[in-house]
């Protein structure tokens, strides 16, 4: 089953609207969580590193005022896309680690589309 | 330099057949994991197989395997026995550094078609 869960699968809003979207980690902790952005048929971006109980790190040219993470808890991250644009509009990922050495587990992700 | 590169955007292979999905990678670290995962159509990204640097033997899962060679810093996944909801994207990834804290840098992908 699922380990990571992510919430809500897809959203469509108006230009200008905040989206929150959730990641859970399921019947584990994690201390770490990972965030992606992904165009179609690109790659997975990373966008940045969620650190529970401190400031996220975020990778070269990713608005950390645009992507507002926070990572209040040991399963639980949230990503903040504010005021949103069209050129927001895109897959979103989250991932997570059972640690010592596993693999990263996703969410299912979060289409998001800004009209 | 680019550090994960498929160069190989679309296969497409018979069911019942074996297919080989190739991957290259480029770190300066020792220690590092090389990941294989499954994107299909409605986008989730589902773990497939996982190759340590220090492994030293190939790791199979199932119909997966990892042909991993060290030297020449390759890493290609084979499928065996394809079937038809093999069809998907497949991503070669990297992890370097040892830990869980350590991020992913993902290839480019290449996209399975399995035909009847």
């Known amino acids: 089953g699922a380990v990571v869960s992510q919430h809500p699968s897809r959203v469509i809003c108006k230009s200008g609207t905040s989206v929150k979207i959730e990641c859970r980690s399921l019947?584990?902790?994690?201390?770490?969580m990972f965030w992606y952005r992904q165009f179609p048929k690109q790659s997975l971006m990373l966008m940045a590193t969620?650190?529970?109980?401190?400031?996220?790190?975020?990778e070269q040219g990713v608005e950390k005022d645009k992507f507002l993470i926070n990572h209040a808890s040991l399963t639980l991250s949230t990503l903040t896309v504010t005021s949103a644009h069209p050129e927001d509009s895109s897959f979103y990922i989250c991932?997570?680690?059972f640690g010592g050495g596993q693999p990263q587990h996703f969410g299912d992700g979060t289409r998001l589309s800004i009209l | 330099a680019q550090k994960i590169t498929q160069t190989q955007p679309g296969m497409f292979v018979q069911e019942k057949e074996a297919v080989t999905l190739d991957c290259t990678y480029d770190?300066?670290?020792?220690?590092?994991?090389l990941f294989w995962y499954k994107q299909p159509s409605s986008g989730e990204m589902i773990f497939l197989i996982y190759?340590?640097?220090?492994?030293?033997q190939n790791a199979t899962e199932g119909r997966y395997s990892l042909n991993f060679q060290k030297a020449r810093k390759s890493a290609n996944l084979v499928i065996s026995a394809s079937q038809l909801g093999d069809s998907a994207m497949y991503f070669c990834?990297?992890?370097?550094?040892?830990?869980?804290?350590?991020?992913?840098?993902f290839g480019t992908g290449t996209r399975l078609q399995v035909m009847l």
């Open positions: 991932s997570a680690s």
């Open positions: 019947d584990f902790q994690a201390t770490t």
């Open positions: 969620s650190n529970e109980g401190s400031k996220a790190t975020y």
């Open positions: 770190t300066s670290d020792q220690s590092y994991g």
């Open positions: 190759q340590g640097s220090y492994d030293e």
């Open positions: 990834a990297m992890r370097e550094g040892g830990g869980t804290a350590s991020k992913l840098t």
